[in-house]
């Protein structure tokens, strides 16, 4: 089943063409790498999938529903999530608390309840940390927690709002290249484990190559290839432009 079709999408900025008829199709429990040099179009098209960007032309069209240009708030209730960064404020909050919070988000309770967020979904959380790995440190604050393992926390957090497409704009920028693999794993296996569509940047082409069903090759806002990873390995052009062999 199509969860997500992006057909034709055109942005400029002034002179630079940031995507240029960009098309694609994600399947639900399919892991799609979007990879390309700097500035080659990548966080733009994730922008215009998310709603944080409006595209000049062409759609987006998540379950056969046209969510071009609507807001991200909007776009998100619709089930697309975008993993974030753990705000600083809540670095001292407790691992489980943090998941609570987006928890209550995701289940617009208001301010009155937010008051007895220690007992509010802490099941609900548990066992999100649990599809992470990271139920054992529930509750530490998250300031303490090795990168990596803030870097499962906050994609926990994604998870509380019940995507059923996730965005992830370079999830493990930063992180060291055993924890990239393990992150891109656990994210596979959750993607096709609970039927999440994923759509992700990567810099490390090892990480990308292990974990992505597909892969999307842009360079100047412009799809140049698009397949397997054994496909895109192979396809000379690729090679050429990106791989630089
Ligand atoms: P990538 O994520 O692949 O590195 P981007 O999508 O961030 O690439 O950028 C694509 C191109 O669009 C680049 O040339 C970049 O400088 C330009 N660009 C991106 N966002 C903006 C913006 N808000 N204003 C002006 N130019 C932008
Ligand atoms: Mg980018």
Redesign the pocket.
């Known amino acids: 089943m199509t969860l997500l079709s992006v057909e034709r999408l055109n942005k400029k900025?002034?002179g630079?063409v940031?995507?240029n008829d960009v098309t694609f199709a994600l399947a639900a429990g399919e892991m799609l790498a979007i990879i390309?040099?700097?500035?080659?179009?990548?966080?733009?098209?994730?922008?215009m999938v998310g709603g944080q960007?409006r595209p000049d032309t062409g759609r987006v069209v998540l379950a056969g529903q046209d969510i071009t240009g609507q807001p991200p708030r909007q776009i998100c209730r619709m089930g697309v999530g975008r993993t974030f960064q753990v705000a600083q404020t809540f670095l001292s909050m407790s691992v489980a608390g943090n998941v609570q919070m987006a928890l209550i988000a995701h289940h617009g309770r208001t301010r009155d309840v937010v008051a007895d967020a220690a007992a509010l979904y802490r099941a609900e959380a548990l066992a999100l940390l649990a599809r992470v790995g990271m139920d054992g440190e529930a509750d530490r604050p998250i300031g303490e927690l090795a990168y990596g393992d803030v870097k499962r926390v906050e994609l926990a957090i994604a998870l509380a709002a019940a995507p059923r497409l996730l965005l992830m704009?370079e999830p493990t920028a930063g992180m060291a290249p055993r924890e990239r693999a393990a992150l891109m794993k656990l994210t596979a296996d959750i993607a096709r484990g609970s039927g999440i569509g994923v759509l992700f940047?990567e810099h490390d082409m090892d990480a990308v190559f292990a974990h992505a069903d597909r892969i999307l090759v842009?360079v100047r806002?412009e799809v140049i290839a698009e397949g397997t990873p054994e496909q895109v390995r192979a396809n000379p052009e690729v090679q050429r432009v990106y791989l630089g062999t």
Do not use: I
């Open positions: 900025f002034g630079v940031a995507a390309g040099p700097n500035g080659a179009g990548k966080s733009t098209t994730f922008n960007l704009d940047t842009l806002g």
